[in-house]
């Protein structure tokens, strides 16, 4: 029972996987078009430092938003920002430090971004990892569940009031959720977030995806619902060469280098999603998508579960410690 119950999610996420290589090999990166530039509007972008969120980051600063890089690598984070600042001027980064397996430190940066007294234009909730062995954080919930997803969940509600102030119809700040393939093989049991009955980092990852997406669509429905200028969408890079693969086991990673090499998408070109949805005229007043190579594709069955998004949101509530509206 054990064995199946571990050896079922990774065979589900290998097989997501396989399925975004063959629609890879035959389908080009989405190329981005041509974007308006975005001078004055200012950005948060979490993992920032390097691979997707770093090229999010770049392109949106050579667009001509100030950015801010938001990551746990102090020096690697300076020297990001020092890098997309001395290429992409007049737009400009910043970092800020932050912890998102931290309530605290969550709440921390929130509060000091609001101090700054800027608008905010962009939050693009992209930091992520992926299949990394059991563990709690510190406010004692599972890895990928706090980072991937919760983190992101507090940290855009603590957000949306600036989020809100600095839209306008015509021109709605917007929401960007990083998630990807593996939430359709995902479920969610909301007793057992932390996956204690029996772990398994391949199902811990997927959940975590899958509850970007539900939040996804339940705070789009809010806004859209309370006609508040801001847009909230799921986005999926598909399969990009990153060090988001580093926890892979050995023989996987051997399989995997030869196989990235041929039909793995780039940073840059995963990051072209993020960017599209962040700052295409297209995109403007769009929300409760889910797009994959720049396209609107329909997710999982479950994660159009209403139900199930008002259960995550109330349960996401009561984790970081908000008050339900």
């Known amino acids: 029972m054990w ?42 972008v979490t993992g920032g430092t390097r691979g997707m969120g770093y090229e999010t980051a770049r392109h949106l600063a050579g ?83 706090h980072l991937n997803y919760l983190g992101h969940f507090l940290l855009t509600q603590l957000l949306l009031e600036l989020l809100q102030r600095s839209g306008r119809a015509g021109r709605c700040s917007r929401v960007i959720n990083m998630s990807s393939a593996t939430h ?51 986005v999926d890079p598909g399969m990009v060469d990153t060090a988001l693969y580093d926890n892979l086991w050995t023989l996987a990673q051997m399989l995997k280098r030869p196989v990235a090499k041929l039909l793995f998408r780039t940073p840059a070109e995963g990051a072209s999603v993020s960017v599209y949805a962040a700052a295409a005229a297209e995109m403007e007043g769009v929300g409760g998508c889910y797009l994959y190579n720049g396209r609107r594709t329909p997710s999982s069955p479950l994660s159009y579960d209403a139900e199930l998004q008002e259960k995550l949101w109330r349960k996401s509530c009561q984790l970081v410690g908000l008050q339900e509206d």
Request: proline letters at 4%; charged letters at 20%; a positive charge.
């Open 63 to 145: 667009l001509g938003m100030h950015v801010f890089i938001a990551g746990n690598e102090r020096e690697e984070g300076a020297a990001a920002a020092a890098a997309i600042s001395e290429e992409c001027r007049p737009g400009k980064a910043e970092f800020v430090f932050v912890d998102l397996t931290s309530l605290k430190s969550v709440r921390r940066f929130a509060q000091t971004f609001r101090a700054r007294g800027l608008e905010l234009h962009v939050l693009v909730n992209n930091a992520g990892t992926m299949l990394v062995p059991e563990r709690t954080t510190e406010d004692g919930l599972e890895f990928h569940f």
């Open 184 to 234: 359709y093989a995902g479920d969610l049991d909301l007793d057992d977030l932390n996956r204690r009955k029996c772990y398994s980092s391949h199902a811990a990852y997927s959940q975590s995806k899958l509850a970007l997406v539900l939040f996804s669509y339940r705070l789009q429905e809010r806004l859209a619902a309370a006609r508040l200028p801001v847009t909230v969408n799921a």
């Open 3 to 44: 064995l199946l119950e571990v050896l079922v999610p990774l065979l589900k996420l290998y097989l997501c996987g396989f399925k975004v290589l063959v629609y890879q090999m035959f389908h080009r990166s989405f190329p981005l078009p041509a974007l308006p530039r975005q001078s004055g509007r200012v950005a948060i």
